[in-house]
């Protein structure tokens, strides 16, 4: 039903004079862990683990939290692994709170659950309505 499904988000925006950056894409597969990373070592235009490590955990936990609201919706999400196949980087504008709110909007993409961002001293992300 899910499996093979990508969804991704772009939240690109600019509060207060400061921008905010974040841009995750993932796809859905079958599997026992709820969050895996699967960025291609070799992609220079994604972050990476160890150069980017408060951002590729910020994104990690952005997708935990797009699963979390999935099954708020009640979307049925045992079962399913969310894999972080890319993490756009971007020198200016790239943000912890924008990628982790990219990260769980990018679940909602794929899952086909509306999600919306919301500003609050920081990026975050809750179903829509």
């Not at 597969?29 to 994604?46: F, I, K, L, M």
């Not at 699963?67 to 993490?87: C, K, P, Q, Y």
Request: proline residues 3%; negative net charge; charged residues 20%.
């Amino acid at each position: 039903m899910f499996d093979g499904r990508t969804g991704e988000f772009v939240l690109k925006r600019q509060k207060g004079g400061v921008g905010y950056f974040g841009q995750v894409r993932v796809r859905v597969v079958a599997g026992v862990e709820p969050v895996v990373w699967q960025v291609d070592p070799a992609d220079s235009s994604s972050l990476q683990p160890g150069t980017d490590h408060e951002l590729v955990a910020a994104a990690l936990a952005g997708v935990a939290d797009g699963l979390r609201l999935v099954a708020e919706a009640g979307v049925d999400v045992t079962g399913w692994s969310a894999e972080v196949v890319h993490v756009q980087l971007n020198f200016t504008d790239i943000e912890e709170s924008a990628v982790r709110a990219a990260g769980a909007l990018a679940v909602g993409d794929a899952f086909e659950v509306g999600m919306e961002p919301v500003f609050d001293g920081g990026w975050t992300a809750r179903l829509a309505g």
